[in-house]
């Protein structure tokens, strides 16, 4: 899709057909052009107008005649330029959003239907305007397609209240866009009167993009000013690796804190059997708390032989012995192959429980108003260590997040929290949505006041009922229809946003739609720079006064508690 | 072959062209037409032309040295009507009545043939008449267009798309009538 500048006095076409389930069918006028996403207004009486976006446009012929011999080559131009429009015309699809009144009421849903032809003129600034006006904050996300004067943004409440996710293949600007939802978050957040009235985010970063820079290809930088470098004092940087620049922590995972429940997410990444997770819940349940190390030694212990045994056998015992009196003769070998190599990973400490003080700490700043990044480092290619750490740290946090609201009767309710993930699908794909925390946070929409931002390049692959509960949907250039199909199957009768996603360019614009927005726009996203000059309308936009001050939070309490995070960072 | 030639003299005196454009204009309207064919042959059929002059001479030559023939000839014209100019309103329907007896045709001018052939919507009465075939049609979209000057081509395409539509069952003839309106 490319920028076209459509004479906007001119009617596109007349209405010739059509249904508020099918959209419209309008015959574009002679000369005239459309483009996919683009928008076109229409009269229905009584100072109503439709508003709709152009889903599609087909050629069409009145008869076989001109198709069955089409006017060859050689033939006078003069046949040609006369088919056009009689012979053959162009159709547009035209999908009815919203009903518009004469007097600025708020835009409604489309009901009506326009007359048989009626004229469809492009859609100009001002209805533009009025269809997207929102009262409260919002955040600027790019400019309609041909409409370059006019930034639309999505509602910043309904955006988080729930969750949402940004899709398209690699390189089209996920991560780009994300870091710009992210910093209008802090930025709104940084602001706000106390700390409950913040949203928070918790970033599992698995390449390293919303810490302290983000690689970037631009024309003046190839890094990126990131979160960190913006929110100084409104982010913690949590780190895997143990000596990394500039971080806050480092996140620990001791073997005693690894329940088998955290295991059934890894199933397929870790390559386990069902009867391997069996034998992982049977060994926690004979061996206790320290099962890992128990099965991760070289030799069964004294231990686990007396648990198992009440006379043991004769001289030393070795595994199989121990398997096959357990029942799982295949399998727990396998389950300890993979606990040994899982263990082998630097943040996870033997004969350790440091979780629970990493988790204490994550929650103190979260609740206390500080967004937390948890970047991989080298390990952001592993994705055994990042769905364990981001599924270990958001069950155990979304669970203190669920404990606080339940408990906000006597107590102030929690702030709201955003886990934003990565490689969504391998969370919640088909097969273990079910068990997966992020599909029950998905699934309990903003109960617990925890919500969801999923980045991924294959919406195909994620459980088509979480993909259901995303309300805002940003979609860039998707790889395939499979993928396209998954992100519009939900949204029913609006089939028409296919043909617009498959259109898309490959970077930087987007469909996007749902419920942050009354109507789903194809934007151009906004430019990303290092320059402070974008700051100032993006405040605007999101209700605050143009220049930075300190809070009023800080001002009367001073900043949030400095929690002071655990491990050996630093 | 010769008796053709005597009627040849008065085509040079007042030559009417297939698919040109007519008028009348005594009555109430100035009503205007187009040439659908003409019929040229001796006033009285009882007595048939008869082949005349020196081999080699020119029909012309012929006319002038016997000048009786073209006293007993008669040219006949059937002439479809395109529309009328009411009131100086141009309308391409037929008018409320056909024009008077014994009233005299001339030569309509580019002004009013553009007028009246309006885009191209002088086709719906031409074409409902039978004697308007392809090759009349062709000529007399050929013809307004010529007038129109400058406009030919705007001229061409409009009335094109006009016929287009008249013809939507009808393809092929669609087809072969614009060819011969743009070679
Ligand atoms: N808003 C933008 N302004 C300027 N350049 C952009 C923008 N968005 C994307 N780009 C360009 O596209 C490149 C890729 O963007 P990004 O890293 O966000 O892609 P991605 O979708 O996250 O890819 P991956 O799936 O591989 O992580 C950027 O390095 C930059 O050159
Ligand atoms: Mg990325």
């Known amino acids: 899709m490319s920028d076209a500048n459509p004479d906007a006095t001119r009617p596109l076409g007349v209405v010739v057909g059509g249904s508020l389930t099918k959209g419209l069918e309008v015959r574009l006028d002679p000369g005239q052009t459309a483009q996919l996403g683009q928008y076109a207004k229409t009269e229905v009486g009584g100072g109503l107008s439709i508003l709709g976006m152009v889903t599609d446009i087909t050629l069409k012929s009145v008869d076989s005649g001109p198709t069955v011999w089409p006017p060859g080559e050689d033939e006078p131009a003069l046949l040609r330029e006369v088919l056009q429009d009689t012979g053959v015309y162009t159709a547009l699809a035209v999908d009815p959003y919203l009903e518009l009144g004469e007097n600025g009421e708020e835009p409604a849903r489309a009901r009506r239907l326009p007359s048989h032809f009626s004229a469809v003129h492009p859609a100009d600034q001002d209805t533009l305007d009025r269809a997207f006006a929102t009262d409260g904050p919002n955040i600027p996300v790019g400019a309609p397609l041909g409409m370059d004067e006019l930034e639309v943004g999505v509602d910043f409440e309904r955006l988080f209240e729930r969750s949402a996710g940004v899709f398209g293949k690699s390189g089209t600007g996920k991560s780009v866009l ?18 409950s009235d913040r949203t928070v985010a918790l970033v599992f970063d698995m390449h390293n993009d919303y810490g302290w820079e983000m690689k970037f290809q631009g024309p003046s930088t190839s890094r990126l000013r990131s979160l960190k470098q913006r929110h100084q004092t409104d982010i913690e940087l949590y780190t895997l690796e143990s000596r990394a620049a500039r971080s806050d922590g480092q996140i620990l995972i001791g073997t005693r804190d690894i329940q088998p429940d955290d295991l059934e997410v890894l199933r397929e990444t870790l390559d386990l059997s069902d009867l391997a997770v069996d034998a992982a819940h049977a060994c926690r349940r004979r061996f206790g708390p320290g099962w890992i190390d128990e099965i991760i030694a070289d030799e069964p212990s004294a231990a686990v032989v007396d648990r198992l045994w009440r006379e043991p056998p ?11 009196q357990m029942g799982y003769p295949g399998s727990l070998e396998s389950l300890r192959r993979r606990m040994e190599r899982l263990t082998r990973r630097e943040f996870v400490r033997t004969e350790g429980s440091q979780f629970g003080d990493v988790i204490e700490h994550v929650v ?47 107590r102030e309710a929690p702030n709201r929290l955003v886990i934003v993930i990565e490689e969504a699908h391998k969370f919640v794909d088909r097969s273990l949505a079910g068990q997966s925390i992020f599909g029950q946070i998905a699934r309990e929409l903003r109960k617990y006041n925890v919500t969801l931002l999923v980045i991924d390049q294959r919406p195909s692959q994620i459980d088509p009922e979480v993909l259901s509960q995303i309300g805002t949907k940003f979609t860039l250039q998707l790889d395939s229809d499979n993928d396209v199909e998954a992100i519009v199957g939900g949204v029913s009768g609006r089939s028409g946003l296919r043909q617009v996603i498959a259109a898309l360019e490959s970077k930087r614009q987007a469909l996007v739609f749902g419920h942050a927005l009354p109507m789903p726009v194809v934007v151009q996203t906004p430019e990303a720079t290092n320059a402070d000059s974008a700051r100032a309308s993006l405040r605007a936009r999101l209700g605050l006064p143009e220049r930075e001050e300190t809070s009023p939070a800080a001002a009367l309490f001073g900043a949030p508690p400095d929690s002071t995070p655990p491990g050996d960072g630093r | 072959m010769r008796a053709f030639e005597c009627a040849y003299a008065r085509y040079t005196s007042e030559p009417f062209a297939l698919g040109q454009m007519l008028v009348v204009r005594e009555g109430r309207y100035d009503t205007f037409g187009v040439v659908t064919g003409s019929e040229s ?24 040295s016997n000048p009786e023939i073209e006293l007993l000839l008669r040219t006949t014209l059937t002439v479809a009507i395109c529309g009328h100019i009411d009131r100086e309103v141009a309308r391409p329907v037929l008018p409320p009545m056909p024009p008077p007896l014994l009233a005299e045709v001339q030569a309509a001018t580019n002004e009013e043939k553009v007028r009246v052939a309006d885009e191209g919507r002088f086709l719906v009465p031409l074409l409902a008449n039978p004697a308007a075939d392809d090759a009349v049609v062709a000529a007399a979209l050929r013809e307004v267009a010529h007038a129109a000057g400058p406009g030919e081509r705007p001229f061409l395409v409009a009335a094109g798309k006009e016929l287009a539509r008249l013809l939507k069952a009808e393809p092929s003839r669609l087809t072969s009538i614009l060819r011969a309106v743009e070679p």
């Open chain 1, 314 to 324: 004769e001289g030393d015992v070795n595994w199989s012995q121990v398997a096959a």
């Open chain 2, 41 to 64: 042959g001796p006033d009285d059929p009882s007595r048939p032309l008869v082949p005349r002059g020196d081999p080699g001479q020119s029909a012309a030559a012929v006319m002038a």
């Open chain 1, 178 to 195: 994300v870091l710009h939802l992210l910093d209008a978050m802090l930025t709104r957040s940084t602001a706000a009167a106390t700390n």
């Open chain 1, 364 to 410: 103190r700043s979260l609740q206390g108003g500080k967004s937390v990044v948890v970047q991989f480092g080298r390990f952001g290619n592993d994705l055994v260590s990042y769905m364990l750490v981001a599924n270990m740290l958001s069950r155990r946090i979304w669970e203190r997040y669920r404990d606080s609201t339940e408990r906000s009767e006597e």
